[in-house]
């Protein structure tokens, strides 16, 4: 089954969009993010992507706030991610009403404890977020500020081998600038990875591109600007939720 999933991006307590991840581009979209999970949720759609910016510069979530909230009054699914390093962190995540955590940074500072995060925690618990540039295809961690010199596909090898099911990749350059997915990248590592579950984050113009990254394997996409800009309505998207 093929899953499309909104993300919601916060800082502050509020529904931000950024180009590339650049903070400096950072627009207020609304004043209530349980509103637009609302919506969501009111044609069908079931799981949420919701990002803590203000966690992923600082290093350790902020906005539980929000997540209890959408968990709270929504039925939704709700994926929580940004700054998630700690066993502590997890857990509140968990108590807070998130049913999955997202984890890049961490991963990639501290490989042997998410390592273990999958084991404590279980795979259908914990995804991998492995967020990069094509040119180099170098890990970029705390909210993309910061660049590694590790190797994407060595990256997702270690954690296959530790029972990694779940993992969200991004090409940096084409997120919030709705010039399309990166269907390469994508098929690389699935001809490598066959049985990981992968969600596409990062570049969707339409559910035109939601219908070819379904049809080349992948298991979700996470979508944000192209909605929040009106290229996509809420009646397109519940029709593809119909359909897929």
């Known amino acids: 089954m093929f899953e499309i999933i909104p993300s919601i991006w916060i ?7 950024l180009k590339r991840g650049d903070f400096a581009t950072q627009e207020v979209i609304s004043n209530n ?3 637009i999970a609302q919506a969501f949720e009111g044609i069908g759609i079931r799981r949420l992507h919701l990002v803590d910016l203000d966690g992923a510069r600082r290093g ?5 706030h929000i997540l209890e909230a959408i968990a709270g009054y929504t039925e939704l699914k709700v994926d929580f991610t940004g700054g998630i390093s700690t066993d502590g962190d997890v857990i509140k995540c968990f108590e807070f009403g998130a049913k999955t955590v997202t984890i890049g940074s961490a991963a990639a500072n501290f490989p042997e404890r998410f390592a273990q995060f999958i084991l404590s925690y279980g795979r259908e618990k914990i ?3 492995a967020d990069t540039n094509p040119e180099d295809n170098k890990i970029k961690t705390r909210g993309w500020l910061k660049k590694t010199e590790i190797d994407l596909f060595d990256h997702i090898e270690f954690f296959y081998e530790r029972g990694l099911k779940y993992l969200k990749c991004s090409d940096v350059t084409r997120d919030g600038v709705m010039e399309g997915p ?3 990248l994508y098929a690389g590592i699935l001809e490598k990875f066959p049985s990981i579950h992968v969600a596409a984050s990062g570049g969707v113009r339409g559910v035109d591109d939601f219908r070819k990254l379904r049809d080349l394997g992948l298991k979700g996409a996470v979508f944000g600007r192209a909605y929040y800009e009106g290229k996509i309505s809420l009646n397109e998207l519940e029709k593809f939720v119909a359909e897929a």
């Open 11 to 17: 800082i502050e307590g509020k529904c931000v969009r």
């Open 60 to 64: 350790e979530p902020k906005n539980y």
């Open 33 to 35: 993010p349980l509103e």
């Open 127 to 129: 995804n991998l977020a």
């Open 182 to 184: 990166n269907f390469d």
